[in-house]
């Protein structure tokens, strides 16, 4: 038998997207290396990545802060990193490979030291072939962005030319409002292009969150009811069960709104929410994005339709632990909320009257991260009184963490000779279903942005759009006081209960 076509050997094709992508040659300078996110996060990433020969064999890393370290002692911090944190079994060639690019610079954000450090890449694109390609990581709070954006532009550092890329990678909080957003992207649209410009969600890097994508777009059976005429509501949950001790730097007047559901959760629900784009590329996908925050906006009455908290001293499984107020650094008068919750409305065809439901808090009652589609009821049942008693609304859950997969809940006869149903559950789990272990979400997309890969970054427009639906929920929360104290270990405050059940609903616990 002949075949007219021509045989590809994968292998052998670039092309093909089933190969691992690997990195060209470039390095990546980390301000605020010395911070938690480097050492627990970002640190662990890059070793696995090399781990994983995603680097190029020149990839440098350079550290830079006020630390009077040398390169020995920067060599050991990032080494403990890697050992304490590395997904991938710490492997003593990777290791001293990678350690022949670490390099540490000593300075502040001004002028000798900026002099300092673009001498320093200089000499390294000739000594380490980086070609001149250089990621920027800013994992520092925002208000030095300026500085390092300024710095940067002044020594020459920040323009691609012909034959060099220069990238930054920002970390959030990207601003504490729509204003203040808008000012920190122009200070850094200023100095980068947006197409150099990747803002980390690293909620975006995890496989879970990237599989919504992949049981919508691949699949027939779940579009056709993705939609009013079947949804009933949808619930997004990331609950935690860690308290906030040692974080009150950042997290004292910032809370749960601001640092989670402006960002992670308003990403899930984009997600969710949006029409299929045209492709993968960046700005089909952010297109879409886009076009769901556009449509979202928070229902009103915002007494009615949100509920805050803070926890309160209590059991955390067998542990007593303290309240908000107790934990060293913040106020004791702290009006800082760590439960979040509100009701949003997506005006479009597709989701009009489907309320979306998001929470997030600490010291909740375990740590899960879902997104909740709850069904209608079906229109007739023709059962007996009471043999449907105990049938709640069908339900797709996709479970992001920490048992990623994916569950369908329905009904289903009881055995026995009458007609009883009641709820089942189905499920999919990648534990048992791949045996490949996911990635880390910072190793993914610290790869995607040396790749110029930005598909998984939002950009500008969704950042401010995200802070606009936000700003009118905290701004009513701002003059309204306390929020509402809740146990440790349980699952947030009663209003948050009231809130789903003024609506006929109630919160899934997971
Ligand atoms: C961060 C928040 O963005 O996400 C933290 O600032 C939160 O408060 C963390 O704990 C949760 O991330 P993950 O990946 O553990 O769900």
């Not at 056709?224 to 609950?239: E, G, K, L, R, S």
């Not at 899930?268 to 590329?281: G, H, I, N, Q, T």
Request: aromatic letters at 10%; hydrophobic letters at 40%.
């Amino acid at each position: 038998m002949s075949t007219t076509s021509a045989w590809v050997n994968p292998l052998r094709n670039a092309k093909d997207k089933r190969l691992p992508r690997i990195a060209g040659p470039s390095g990546m300078v980390i301000f605020g290396v010395t911070g938690d996110l480097a050492r627990k996060k970002l640190l662990p990433a890059i070793y696995d990545l090399a781990n994983r020969g995603l680097l190029p064999a020149g990839f440098t890393l350079v550290g830079y802060g006020r630390r009077g370290w040398d390169k020995q002692a920067f060599c050991n911090y990032v080494r403990e990193a890697a050992e304490a944190g590395a997904r991938t079994t710490f492997n003593e060639r990777v290791w001293e490979h990678l350690a022949k690019g670490i390099e540490f610079i000593q300075g502040n954000f001004d002028d000798a030291g900026f002099d300092k450090l673009s001498a320093r890449l200089s000499e390294l694109n000739t000594s380490r072939g980086t070609g001149g390609n250089w990621a920027y990581y800013l994992s520092v709070p925002p208000e030095f962005f300026s500085d390092i954006c300024h710095q940067l532009e002044r020594v020459g550092m920040s323009n691609n030319t012909e034959s060099s890329w220069r990238r930054v990678i920002i970390e959030k909080p990207f601003g504490h409002d729509q204003a203040s957003a808008r000012e920190l992207n122009e200070i850094v649209n200023a100095v980068f292009p947006e197409s150099s410009v990747f803002r980390i969600d690293h909620y975006l890097g995890k496989e879970t969150v990237q599989n919504i994508m992949a049981l919508r777009f691949a699949n027939q059976i779940f579009e056709p009811m993705w939609n009013a005429h079947y949804i009933d509501h949808v619930q997004i949950t990331m609950a935690e069960d860690i308290g906030l001790g040692g974080r009150a730097g950042y997290y004292d007047g910032i809370g749960a709104a601001r640092d989670v559901i402006q960002n992670h959760l308003l990403q899930l629900l984009a997600l969710v929410a949006m029409e299929e784009p045209s492709s993968f590329a960046p700005a089909a996908l952010q297109a879409e994005k886009i076009k769901v925050l556009e449509a979202t906006q928070a229902v009103h009455p915002l007494n009615k339709t949100t509920a805050r908290g803070q926890y309160a001293a209590g059991w955390q499984g067998s542990e007593y632990v303290k309240g908000l107020r107790e934990e060293e650094g913040f106020d004791p008068e702290s009006t800082t909320e760590t439960y979040a919750a509100c009701t949003l409305k997506v005006n479009s065809r597709r989701w009009a009257g489907v309320p979306f439901y998001l929470r997030t808090g600490k010291r909740l009652g375990r740590r899960v991260t879902e997104i909740a589609l709850v069904f209608k009821t079906a229109p007739h049942q023709p059962f007996d009184q009471g043999q449907a008693e105990a049938l709640d609304q069908n339900a797709v859950v996709i479970r992001v963490q920490p048992d990623e997969g994916v569950t369908m809940r329905f009904g289903s006869k009881v055995p026995g000779s009458t007609m009883e149903v009641r709820d089942v559950n189905m499920d999919f789990a990648y534990a048992s279903a791949f045996t490949e272990e996911s990635p880390e979400a910072y190793e993914r997309l610290i790869l995607d942005a040396l790749l110029d890969e930005s598909s998984l970054f939002p950009t500008n427009r969704e950042v401010e759009l995200s802070w606009s639906i936000l700003d009118p929920i905290i701004e009513y929360w701002a003059g309204i006081g306390q929020p509402e104290q809740y146990r440790a270990g349980t699952w947030g405050p009663e209003s948050a209960d009231r809130m789903l059940r003024r609506q006929g609903h109630s919160w899934r616990r997971p």
